[in-house]
């Protein structure tokens, strides 16, 4: 039991420090131990992140260590996620564009939202980040996508998923926009005219399905 505790300290502790290699040496031991990678994710490595995020608030930590903490999650993640469920590969195929939207370079919940869509029998085009309203567009007119995921983490660049909403309703395209990252919320979903918003990534697999349940693809 001490050892199950004590990989999420250690994890947490990596990853605070920015110890790329060590962080994802843990993550390797996880998955020896058989730690579910989803759980590990979300309990060791969310809340160490999101530890940092708090640091940097209260000005204890600086932009340089907020990256490599950054990048430690990453390293975690890399080493995690090639074991997250491909066990439902068999589902019928349905295609999500996934991207953080133009402006924001925040790539850690996308990320994270795309490997469970695919895990979840979608397939997955991730775009990266600082994808523009146009490009997410088009990728999902050459696709023929189902859905549009877009992610903002900051306040100032919400405003592009608005606008993704407005260009895919001019656009005419049948395709549904799932909005998410850690400002939004389900009232700016509404506002925006947004097919979906969820708050996890976990949450964001089960909107999508509905979502396209409802479409009756
Ligand atoms: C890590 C981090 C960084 C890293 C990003 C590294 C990377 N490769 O992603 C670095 C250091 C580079 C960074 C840079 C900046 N950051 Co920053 N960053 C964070 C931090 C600490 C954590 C974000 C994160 O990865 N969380 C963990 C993931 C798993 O959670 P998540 O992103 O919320 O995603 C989950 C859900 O939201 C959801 N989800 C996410 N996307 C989607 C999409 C869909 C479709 C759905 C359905 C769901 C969904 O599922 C995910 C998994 O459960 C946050 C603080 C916070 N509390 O969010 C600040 C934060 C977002 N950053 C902030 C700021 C200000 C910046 C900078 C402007 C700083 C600067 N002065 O330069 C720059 C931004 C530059 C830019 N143009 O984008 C602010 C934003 C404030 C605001 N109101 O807009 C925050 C809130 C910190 C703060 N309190 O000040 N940042």
Redesign the pocket.
Known sequence: MHEIQSLEAEIHQAILEGEEELAAQIAERALEQGREPLDFV?NGC?PA??E??EL??EGEYF?PE??T??QA??AAMAVLEKEVGASDSGRARRRAV?GTVA????????T??GTLLSANGFEVFDEGVGVTVERFVERARELDANMI???A?????MVEQRQLVEAVRKAGLEVKV???????RQSWADEIGAD?????????VS?ARQLLADAEL
């Open positions: 979300e969310v992140i999101r940092a995020g940097f608030d932009l907020l990256v903490a950054a999650m990453k996934i402006g924001d370079i925040h790539d850690i919940g996308k994270l939202v995921c877009a992610s983490l900051l306040t100032t660049t799932m909005v998410g990252g850690a400002p939004v979906g918003y969820a708050e996890s990534a976990v949450a964001a909107v």
